[in-house]
């Protein structure tokens, strides 16, 4: 891997239409403030049309002067974030609900879990898939609650390593980059 | 719709590498022969490495004188079945783990879902954030186990219809191609 | 190759936006015609909102009871075919101007090219890049014309085989896909 | 638009192997270095195999402090360039010739096209299928040569603007991205 490059962290999560409570979007917006502490740059699923845990964490990043990539469906870039949390936006041409998700999470060294519904587990999937890290936070429900610790099929590759708060998220993701990064 | 189009149903399943008792590998081929003596195209994942319960479906097919198309990743038509069990081959240019099964899924008016790792888990994910039908038969094991009869989040826009049998699952997937199409 | 699989030959050419003549129009649908003919599938770009030359062979080849295959755009079958000339829709899940068509020419053993715009000339570079024979039908105009016995580059890797007449093209594309098949 | 995020401009040029003169790459470094000066993230093709002047422009890029953003095919992130000339790598997930060129072009604000092969043109005419404005120098051979000054089709949405030399291209697409962002 290139040495000087940032780790890309990606934060998935709930989407505004699933509705989510304002102490996980709390959890959000830290775990993207602490991964760009971290030196990280943060990568999420920009919406077009509302607000979602992943887009939190990049508000979060951008307040502590972090980079923030936002990875958008279909074409055009009129993304919901009208605020300047999105430093690059990329437009995969795919549609939203499972092929966006696809560049997404392939654009990731690793990826953050909080709550979430359909959208997120398929996120958590395609990174087994593609052997990429998962740090889920139990206590915020959703898919992230039921996978934190879990394999995700009997081929038991990895888990999702469980985080209880979004400090001990970010500490985890850290450490598996680096020890995924030495294997390679 | 158009009228004269016979229906695309998706059988989705667990992959060789995951390891899969002669039993599921019978109800997937039967699952492939109601399909195809249901007037029904059988789309499938085209592997390039190993079987699957999604070929053997195809094999069913063709045994009853069927239809298929396998959707395969990347390049190259080189895929795995070798017997001409394949009509029509569908290159998707992504990569496999999220990428092909979104080209998959999103190409069939509805799947059933047998047994099945991360990857059958992401194809039912993704029928369900596109509002394609889903059939998971029961007894199976794997992630159609756990989801036959299950919402996919709290949105709860669908369930995943439980099925016993081959037979009950191609009944069931085409009740419901017919009710979906009359909402649209 | 699958001994048993027909070749799954496209036809490429201007959309309806482009404007083009009935002479053109004639070709591209005697060119699918042709293709059933000689025991191919045809595979097509299918639009949403009108017509192409594309769409015409389709409808030629479904003339002859040939086998036909459409590759649209996004999400959604609801296809400009409402006559039942698509025997398979396939549901790329991306964007057209580019994405659509790289699935869809990867998907071909060859494809031929009628006239066209931006959107023929894409496919025919495409076509070259992944190693796809190219036959043009100089005479029509648009891009076809301009490449026909071309080549795409500096790197000469192959022409566009310059062909007169739909049966001409027919003939090049035939003889074309078994070359090719005996290189492999 | 975000009014705080930076214009994401695509450098678009020959691969290593079709061979160019360093007079090529020089002209490439200088694009790149201007449009960092110029305030702007520079968007390149990153290849896993060879050089190339889309390359050169993000080293250029990199040379004046710029922001770069690497958008490699299929999936890990190895890419060629191992002295951290690339701030973000986005994998597509998608093949090299025509599918990562489409998420490539599709997330740039405009283009700047050098020399260039069938890659290069395949990326023109995806910006003029999406209505991004393009650049092409003059002088430089290849499609960018054959198309500055030229519509892509009869459609004549919009010309391929004729630069002379690095400075003046980045002083068009300056201007181009600034014009078409108050026509949206």
Wanted: proline residues 1%; charged residues 30%; contains cysteine.
């Amino acid at each position: 891997m290139n040495k000087k490059r940032r780790y890309q962290i990606g934060v998935m999560g709930s989407a505004a239409d699933v509705k989510y409570s304002k102490k996980f979007e709390k959890i959000a917006e830290e775990v993207g403030q602490r991964l760009a502490e971290n030196n990280c740059t943060v990568v999420y699923g920009a919406e077009k049309d509302y607000d979602s845990l992943s887009t939190a964490a990049a508000r979060g990043a951008k307040k502590a002067g972090g980079v923030t990539v936002g990875v958008t469906y279909g074409k055009g870039k009129d993304i919901w974030d009208k605020e300047g949390n999105t430093d690059i936006i990329i437009c995969s041409g795919l549609e939203r609900g499972g092929g966006r998700e696809f560049v997404l999470v392939n654009s990731c060294d690793a990826i953050i879990a909080i709550s979430g519904g359909s959208g997120t587990m398929t996120e958590m999937l395609v990174a087994y898939q593609l052997n990429i890290p998962i740090v889920a936070i139990a206590g915020t429900g959703g898919w992230a609650e039921k996978m934190a610790g879990e394999y995700f099929d009997s081929r038991k590759r990895m888990k999702a390593v469980a985080a209880k708060t979004a400090k001990e998220a970010v500490e985890k993701v850290m450490s598996l980059v680096k020890e995924y990064e030495t294997k390679r």
